[in-house]
């Protein structure tokens, strides 16, 4: 199994930046590709951005220049750094895990861009 925690949400102006981090734990060796997701009030779930075990990258249009996925191997750890953030970014996020086993989903930590 695989357990993921997320970090880093917060409150932020329009124009600020912010970091998540996603720390997986538990069988890391079966997972894929890890990424964002988010959910903002009475809308979908959507992908944000992905990242492979080979470092490659895709990225929501919405996204695409403002935010950036990263991975460190050694720390087991993702990262979304965002900037230029829009009231439009507030959301939910959540961490996920593609796996040989399935999907899994860290329970989500609150972005909220407001001045």
């Known amino acids: 199994q695989v357990q993921l925690v997320e970090s880093g949400g917060g409150l932020v102006q329009p124009g600020g930046s912010l970091r998540l981090s996603c720390a997986a734990s538990?069988?890391?060796?079966?997972?894929?590709?890890m990424g964002w997701y988010r959910q903002a009030s009475g809308k979908q779930r959507e992908l944000v951005a992905a990242?492979?075990?080979?470092?490659?990258?895709d990225y929501a249009d919405s996204v695409k220049g403002r935010f950036t996925i990263s991975r460190d191997n050694a720390k087991n750890t993702v990262y979304l750094q965002m900037n230029s953030l829009k009231p439009e970014d507030t959301a939910v996020y959540y961490c996920?895990?593609?796996?040989?086993?399935?999907?899994?989903w860290g329970k989500g930590t609150l972005v909220t861009v407001s001045s």
């Open positions: 996920h895990a593609d796996s040989l086993y399935g999907d899994y």
């Open positions: 990242i492979t075990s080979g470092g490659s990258t």
């Open positions: 538990g069988w890391i060796f079966i997972i894929n590709a």
